[in-house]
């Protein structure tokens, strides 16, 4: 689109969504934008999406302040030149893409969370870590950091103080290229404390490093790990005061995976799931001891064999298990033996894996 300047959009009376894409001859957006008269300033408008605008520069307000009081969500990706933004009438969702290598003027991060309810930044580019200032971000409460080729930073993500969910995908080096050992001179954490859900999909990690990646969460509550092949081994034994919030537990398509163990500690836990590890054979043998465990599905694991020794929590109310060791899946199903013994005190026993299972143990798409 040719357009250097913008219609007047903002008087049309019951306009809810907007997205401008690709827009290279806009450098400004002010109040030619917004329109004049009674009706003005997009009074409907829930959501606004820019992108693709790489030589915008200026976003001015409006004069009485009546700028967007609707707007629940904004989304803002591909326009590294723009400088700040106008203060909102309105507390919307902030989204900021990232698909270059530069990173957004400093301003307008600091404008943007004048108005801000929640700020994401959504970033999917080959370099970006390197030259990361994380001081400027401690107001993102969201990351998804996906196709980075960046090692961690020294500092790894401690100073995002504001951050609750961080998702990173397809990041080979990333998760790779700390040392088992903390370093004197940085901080034995890489994720801050706030972080309350994390979720790691096709990265290199290996199993020695996790208590590094996990030390201090003491907030997070769930963990999601896809499609990590490098992964063995998940153990969880990291003291009394970690991980103590911990609720829920999804590990897939990890085909290197084997076993889990460290569960002691796990105070919160209430959901558990395997699901298409190709080695995986064996569930934490201290699985016993927690008391809080609600749901444990365990399918598409063809080597497991056997359940733990101790058996099943008695607080279990649901339990799937599917496609296992051809062993176990014949005695399940005959609903006898040493095996059966183990969950026959479980109130919904389920043994094939149905839609509505999936939709229940990924109730979200990973990004």
């Known amino acids: 689109m040719c357009w250097v300047q913008l219609p007047p959009l903002g008087q049309l009376p019951l306009l809810e969504y907007l997205v401008l894409r690709n827009m290279h001859g806009v450098r400004q957006i002010g109040q030619e934008f917004y329109g004049n008269g009674d009706t003005k300033g997009f009074p409907k408008?829930?959501?606004?999406?820019?992108?693709?605008?790489?030589?915008?520069?200026?976003?001015?307000g409006i004069e009485d302040g009546s700028l967007l009081p609707c707007l629940t969500r904004l989304h803002i990706a591909k326009c590294p030149k723009l400088q700040e933004a106008p203060l909102l009438n309105a507390t919307p969702r902030v989204e900021m893409e990232i698909k270059s290598d530069s990173l957004p003027i400093s301003r307008l991060f600091d404008s943007l969370m004048a108005s801000a309810s929640y700020l994401i930044l959504l970033v999917s580019c080959y370099s970006f870590l390197s030259n990361l200032n994380t001081d400027q971000l401690s107001h993102v409460e969201e990351m998804n950091l996906k196709n980075c080729a960046d090692p961690m930073p020294a500092c790894g993500f401690v100073r995002l103080s504001s951050l609750k969910m961080l998702r990173i995908s397809n990041c080979s080096v990333l998760l790779s290229s700390i040392s088992a050992e903390p370093d004197e001179d940085h901080d034995t954490c890489f994720f801050p404390?706030?972080?309350?859900?994390?979720?790691?999909?096709?990265?290199?990690i290996h199993s020695s490093l996790l208590p590094r990646y996990?030390?201090?969460l003491t907030?997070?509550?769930?963990?999601?790990?896809?499609?990590c092949d490098s992964m063995n081994l998940l153990s969880l034994s990291y003291g009394p005061h970690h991980l103590t919030a911990l609720e829920t537990i999804t590990i897939k398509d990890c085909l290197d995976l084997a076993s889990l163990d460290g569960f002691e500690n796990l105070v919160a836990l209430r959901k558990?799931?395997?699901a298409d590890c190709n080695n995986f054979c064996s569930l934490p043998a201290d699985l016993n001891a927690v008391r809080t465990l609600n749901t444990l599905a365990i399918f598409g694991c063809p080597k497991m064999k056997f359940l733990p020794q101790n058996g099943i929590p008695a607080s279990v109310q649901i339990i799937l298990l599917s496609r296992l060791h051809p062993e176990l899946d014949r005695q399940l199903q005959r609903r006898e033996g040493i095996e059966w013994n183990k969950i026959v005190h479980v109130p919904e026993k389920k043994l094939e894996v149905e839609l509505n299972d999936l939709l229940i143990m990924f109730p979200t798409n990973s990004s």
């Not at 408008?45 to 001015?60: A, R």
């Not at 404390?193 to 290199?204: A, F, G, P, T």
């Not at 907030?219 to 499609?227: G, N």
Request: glycine content about 4%; hydrophobic content about 45%; proline content about 2%.
């Open 272 to 274: 558990l799931v395997v």
């Open 219 to 227: 907030h997070l509550s769930t963990l999601f790990i896809d499609s």
């Open 214 to 216: 996990f030390q201090g």
């Open 45 to 60: 408008l829930e959501e606004i999406v820019f992108d693709g605008m790489p030589n915008w520069e200026k976003w001015s």
């Open 193 to 204: 404390q706030s972080l309350c859900h994390l979720e790691i999909v096709d990265c290199n």
